[in-house]
């Protein structure tokens, strides 16, 4: 195509899509491929769940909605807030998107004007930027390394702060790292903003209820309330619940704000799936006993992940509290080369690699914002993670 809008040419491609895109191209191909970049559960969605939405189907449930949700929906996402997070919420003060990202995207294009800035913790989820970007937004990373457990320190925060920044995108537990900021760390976050009454707050809470170990999960409005009144809390079913498929996300935040979200939806997409709608309905109101089933498994996963990956020399792998991600950093593998003649002389080079050697496809640190790592996705069987991280041993000791 010759001629693309100019705010189309400061983005690219989303980095995690390439590499599944790549990996199903080599599995066609006919090779012995080892997929370890796709962001969801390898798990069904909950039968309760599925039988919602048949019902929904045959019910004749499927006509257009309300366009940012259908009141039972609104009002089974405010009981959430309440029950998990102590949050108050009113069903006007809720907007339900086709999936997490659409709410995030609607929020960064309601209120980003030319030279606006965003301050984004480095690593992070590769959409990010990009839709700060679309949205003629600047993003700002501000960097949370290995040294501090990927996570961002209050000084960082303080630095990135400037007289032009309109939102803090905050993501805990995180993608790609797995990383769960404790009450006492994100209130030394909230601390800071308090400082900075023109900065936002829009939480990505996605990962919630996939923590581990004793960690407890805390969100900012709830560990500072006098940030309330400047709080996006967004959310969705994808992750914890298994419906990456279905395309429901929400988020809660003040009424002008969801308002203008609506509007944007409105000339856009419409209302989200209608039979989503009510098989969310469920997921929300309905049992969530599977939630702790489901994390025992994830919880083994990423103990054999993070156990094998550590056990190579030059690789420091470590352990996470949530999401189903880690993000081992490769430093002491710089400048060698591989046993099929590469030479890896940063992140991308490893990943690309490894990929054509042995078959293993990660996603390289590069795509997320800090370097040099891999994000590995361990939301895949038992058998496969212990194959693929046995290939990227080998591989690595093969590296001279
Ligand atoms: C941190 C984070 N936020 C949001 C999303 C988007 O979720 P959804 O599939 O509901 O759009 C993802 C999905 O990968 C994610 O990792």
């Given at each position: 195509m010759s001629r693309l809008s100019a705010t189309l040419s400061r983005v690219k491609p989303s980095p995690t899509i390439a590499v599944t895109t790549k990996a199903q191209e080599l599995k066609a191909a006919g090779r012995d491929v080892i997929g370890l970049g796709a962001g969801e559960p390898d798990f069904d969605?909950?039968?309760?769940?599925r039988a919602a939405g048949i019902r929904a189907i045959q019910e004749g449930k499927t006509r257009y909605t309300a366009v940012d949700g259908i009141p039972e929906l609104k009002a089974a996402i405010c009981a959430k807030f309440k029950r998990d997070n102590g949050l108050d919420y009113v069903p006007a003060q809720v907007s339900v998107g086709t999936g997490g990202k659409q709410i995030l995207y609607n929020a960064l294009m309601a209120t980003l004007n030319p030279g606006d800035e965003v301050v984004i913790p480095a690593p992070y989820w590769v959409s990010y930027p990009d839709m700060v970007l679309l949205a003629g937004g600047e993003p700002v990373s501000a960097p949370a390394g290995i040294e501090t457990g990927f996570r961002l320190t209050p000084e960082a925060l303080e630095a990135a702060i400037?007289?032009?920044?309109?939102?803090?995108i905050f993501n805990s537990p995180s993608n790609p790292t797995g990383a769960g900021y404790s009450r006492d760390e994100l209130q030394g976050l909230t601390?800071?903003?308090?400082?900075?009454?023109?900065?936002?707050v829009m939480t990505d809470d996605m990962y919630e209820h996939l923590a581990y170990d004793d960690f407890e999960?805390?969100?900012?409005?709830?560990?500072?309330?006098?940030l309330y009144g400047r709080t996006l809390t967004c959310n969705g079913v994808s992750k914890a619940y298994c419906m990456t498929g279905?395309?429901?996300?929400?988020?809660?935040?003040?009424q002008d704000l969801i308002a203008a979200m609506r509007k944007i939806q409105s000339q856009s997409t419409s209302n989200p799936c209608t039979i989503s709608q009510w098989a969310a309905v469920e997921a929300l109101n309905g049992s969530h006993d599977f939630i702790a089933a489901n994390n025992a498994v994830f919880k083994r996963r990423r103990d054999l992940v993070v156990a094998m990956l550590n056990q190579i020399e030059g690789v420091e792998c470590p352990t996470p509290n949530g999401a189903f991600y880690v993000y081992p950093s490769i430093a002491g593998l710089i400048g060698r080369t591989s046993a099929g003649g590469a030479l890896i002389m940063d992140d991308e080079a490893f990943a690309t690699a490894l990929l054509e050697e042995t078959g293993v496809a990660v996603v390289f640190g590069a795509a997320f914002g800090l370097s040099p790592n891999f994000r590995v996705s361990y939301a895949t069987s038992d058998e496969a993670l212990e194959d693929a991280c046995t290939r990227i041993q080998r591989f690595c000791a093969g590296l001279r």
């Open positions: 969605t909950p039968e309760h769940i400037t007289p032009k920044t309109r939102w803090f601390d800071v903003l308090m400082r900075h009454p023109h900065v936002w999960f805390c969100t900012p409005a709830q560990v500072e309330p006098a279905w395309r429901i996300g929400y988020a809660a935040g003040p």
